[in-house]
């Protein structure tokens, strides 16, 4: 089961730590005092589903801290991991009122909830959600678009890179730091689901981050504590000519 009110009531949304990203970034304050009005706390260990696909879904959340697995489940029964949900994204569609994939989380998670009829009527009077919520939507389409390009052209080598440096950007993104220096993170994500996700044996898994920490693209300790010592390095080894801005 999952556990409630995990934050105290006297949290306010002001000071959440994904205010800036969330699909409350646009709010004004009494936009958010309406929103506190129908929000929850949920939180959910590693390894917990939060919802099935096809489960009747009364609320939409945004991720406030840790990750979860969108997966598919095939006629024949094999699992297929179609996306990740990190800090700031949102769970759930307004209008929609059953989930559309199995979720679950990989890390332990807290999720910030809004019943979801509350939120589908402020929505229609309150652009500014409904803005950011379009936003976010298309931000969405174009990581889907480039997930695409990552699972059918790249090397294992420029997979690896790239997962690494999604998680690193939204990392610096949630804390306020810049790409352009140096970046430390903790992975989420185990070997054996990045193998699960990227499409690879834990094996090419295992190699391919020995090599980039070998040859000075990462630096480790233990298994998930990551150093990017110079982000545009590793933009590089992902097929990716980003310039490394702040994401907003």
């Known amino acids: 089961m999952s556990h409630d009110d995990v934050y105290p009531a006297s949290l306010q949304c002001g000071d959440c730590p994904i205010r800036h990203r969330a699909v409350c970034a646009r709010c004004e304050a009494n936009e958010l005092d ?17 919802i099935w696909s096809g489960d009747k879904m009364d609320f939409v959340a945004s991720v406030v801290s840790g990750i979860a697995t ?23 569609r307004p ?21 979801r009829r509350p939120f589908e009527e402020m929505m229609e ?14 931000d969405e389409l174009d990581a889907a678009r480039e997930w695409m390009l990552l699972l059918g052209r ?11 440096s999604i998680v690193a950007r ?11 220096n140096r970046l430390t993170f903790d992975l989420p994500l185990t070997r054996e ?23 000075g693209v990462i630096e480790l ?10 982000m545009q390095r590793l933009l590089i080894e992902a097929g990716d000519d980003s310039d490394g801005g702040l994401i907003v």
């Open 34 to 50: 309406e929103l506190e009005s129908v929000k929850y706390y949920r939180s959910f260990e590693a390894g917990q589903t939060v």
């Open 70 to 92: 969108l997966t598919q489940t095939l006629e024949d029964g094999r699992t297929q991991m179609v996306g990740l949900l990190l800090p700031s994204d949102f769970v759930g």
């Open 95 to 115: 209008g929609r009122d059953r989930a559309a994939y199995n979720i679950t989380a990989t890390t332990d998670i807290l999720m910030c909830c809004f019943r």
């Open 125 to 138: 009077r309150t652009p500014h959600i409904a803005q950011r919520l379009l936003q976010m939507t298309l």
């Open 154 to 164: 790249k090397t294992a080598r420029e997979k690896i890179a790239s997962l690494l």
């Open 170 to 180: 939204r990392d610096a993104s949630i804390r306020h730091r810049r790409t352009d």
């Open 193 to 215: 689901a990045m193998a699960d996700y990227l499409g690879l044996t834990l094996e090419t898994v295992s190699r391919q981050i020995s090599a980039l920490k070998r040859e």
């Open 221 to 230: 300790e233990g298994k998930r504590h990551v150093t990017v010592p110079d």
